[in-house]
């Protein structure tokens, strides 16, 4: 089976980042031609795409309503073996923690138990604020003084930026993996997890494919969205299972999807998204 790598940079993000995509699905390429497995493939992107200060994972991540950053990961692969971290703090590659989860007969890692068990793995201390993730907590709380009404409840209505960063791949032996990671949404209480590092929300993989989404995460949850498209990739085929996907959502709320099946990749999102691919066919779509 040909090799495939679509990487993004999360529903919300703009051109300028585009440069990002490309690096990104070109080290999981890289992967995939030295032998790697879409495993390797996938967590060598979603590590470009972590360090590159302007998305919204890794260094770059936003900030809670407190000023901390705590970030979700998450790997699947197509034998359903899944590593995942939530809320985890002052790392540089949360990917790679969750990686180390799926060598565990766990699933999912929080808080500050998933931070200590990266130290114990190695993982050093690493502050990944940027000058510029302060500028837009420091306008949250502006905006947010202005309007003066609790956090939660103009959360999903002010959404933006970018969001969620994420990959799939397949490789020469027909193995599929979905690995994303993300600092979460705007407006966000400190212990708050998302879509991301959720299995069948923010990702899924099986022998079928793999998926993987960004957007609001409590939207993406509440319909599973992730297992929703895998479900339909039998007879849908990728690009329809996506389109599906996304039409599950009102506009107002931003959703994208990448995906990879046995029938080639597909993209699908209702906002600008930088994205790349090695599969030539796939094209654009929104709804
Ligand atoms: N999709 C990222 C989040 O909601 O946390």
Not at 35 to 52: C, F, N, R, T
Not at 75 to 88: L, P, T
Not at 125 to 152: G, I, M, V
Request: a positive charge; one cysteine or more; hydrophobic letters at 45%.
């Amino acid at each position: 089976m040909r090799p495939i790598v679509v990487t993004h940079c999360g529903v919300g993000s703009i051109a300028e980042v585009q440069d990002v995509a490309g690096r990104s699905g070109r080290a999981g390429m890289q992967q995939l031609r030295r032998g790697g497995s879409a495993l390797d493939a996938a967590i060598a992107a979603v590590v470009v795409l972590e360090d590159d200060p302007r998305t919204n994972a890794g260094t770059g991540s936003r900030m809670r309503l407190d000023g901390s950053i705590q970030m979700d990961a998450a790997v699947m692969d197509s034998r359903r073996r899944v590593g995942a971290v939530a809320a985890i703090s002052n790392v540089k590659n949360p990917i790679l923690v969750a990686r180390k989860v799926m060598d565990t007969p766990h699933l999912l890692l929080t808080g500050e138990w998933a931070t200590r068990f990266a130290r114990r793995h190695g993982f050093p201390f690493y502050d990944p604020a940027t000058d510029r993730a302060r500028e837009r907590w420091h306008n949250t709380l502006t905006e947010l003084a202005k309007k003066k009404l609790p956090a939660w409840a103009k959360a999903w209505r002010t959404y933006s930026g970018s969001d969620t960063v994420g990959a799939v791949a397949r490789d020469g032996k027909g193995r599929f993996v979905a690995a994303n990671s993300t600092g979460g949404v705007s407006y966000m209480l400190p212990g708050r997890v998302g879509d991301s590092p959720i299995v069948g929300a923010g990702l899924y993989a099986g022998p079928m494919g793999a998926v993987a989404a960004t957007g609001v995460g409590e939207e993406i949850v509440r319909l599973v969205l992730c297992k929703f498209v895998y479900d339909q990739i039998e007879d849908l085929g990728v690009r329809g299972a996506c389109d599906a996907g996304l039409k599950l959502f009102p506009k107002s709320v931003p959703i994208g999807l990448i995906a990879v099946a046995k029938d080639g990749a597909a993209e699908a999102d209702n906002r600008e998204m930088a994205w790349w691919t090695t599969a030539a066919h796939v094209r654009k779509r929104r709804v």
